[in-house]
């Protein structure tokens, strides 16, 4: 399977636990890894026989910034069920929603969810 990857998407939204993280918001980052068959759009060099990844972003955007959702599992559960839903020819998606900014009173980088989500998984999420 071929695969289209958007990395560093950066997205400011209010997901979180804690009322604050609703309230203020935080910026999270998203990588998301499409799994699609790109023999057609290799041959036809036209953008209507893949994924625009404009607009790809500008859905997972809205997403993200549309409800407040207290879990980052959930809200990358959101992204992929869209994608999943709008595209057609997407058989896959991974999503790897990270949250820099976190309320862990310790030194890291990064808390990330990691999800991957099938064509045939769409009835169900």
């Given at each position: 399977?071929?695969r ?13 636990v ?21 023999g ?86």
């Amino acid at each position: 399977m071929d695969r289209i990857k958007i990395t560093g998407l950066r997205i400011f939204a209010y997901h979180g636990v804690l009322d604050r993280e609703q309230e203020e918001g935080q910026p999270f980052v998203l990588d998301l890894i499409l799994g699609v068959d790109l023999g057609r759009p290799c041959r036809t060099d036209r953008v209507e026989d893949t994924i625009n990844y404009a607009e790809a972003c500008q859905m997972v955007q809205e997403v993200m910034t549309g409800c407040k959702y207290r879990l980052i599992e959930r809200a990358a559960q959101e992204v992929a069920s869209r994608l999943l839903k709008q595209y057609e020819n997407l058989e896959e998606v991974t999503v790897i929603l990270k949250k820099p900014r976190a309320p862990i009173p310790a030194d890291f980088d990064t808390v990330a969810v990691e999800i991957t989500r099938r064509r045939e998984d769409i009835d169900h999420v």
